[in-house]
């Protein structure tokens, strides 16, 4: 019985989250560049998430964090020749991903659907496509992830590093 219970509270979870997604998709505003787009987008990011602003540099880049009123954290990566190649985001709500992944969005969104339908129970979501690679998870009220663009990431960085 316990566990029939629990399968349908899964799948009650997942049908809110791909709702979740989808009104985040339409009550969005339109996507600004976000990832892979230039240094002007963490801007435009900061605004749409009425936070406040941190840079810190590092050896090889620049972190933009983004501290949302709700508690998110966005760090948002940007290279020496000002593009941001990674984001990452922790706290006890998912940021705006259209926002966030910009031109990207679509490739998350159509992994993601093809993954909600293959996957059983509650895992980790995990992209690696050529061109892109996310990786989120978390439960109610602590969430995290990251994103990035392997071709974008300056040379002596890991993966790692984006966190």
Known sequence: MKSHQYRGVFERMKVLFLALTFLMVIASLP???????DVSTVQADLVHMQGTLRVSPADAYTVHEIQ???G??????????????????????IPDLLQLLGDYFQQYADAAQAQTNHRLGRRPLQIVQPGFVLEMYG???????????????????????IR
């Not at 109610?140 to 590093?161: D, L």
């Open 31 to 37: 996507a600004f560049a976000g990832l892979g787009g």
């Open 68 to 70: 949302s009123p709700t």
């Open 72 to 93: 998110t954290v966005v760090r948002e990566y940007v290279s020496p020749a000002g593009k941001v190649f990674a984001v990452a985001w922790r706290g006890p709500w």
């Open 139 to 161: 439960h109610m009220r602590s969430f995290g992830g990251r994103a990035y663009v392997p071709q974008m990431v300056p040379q002596g960085v890991g993966a790692e590093a």
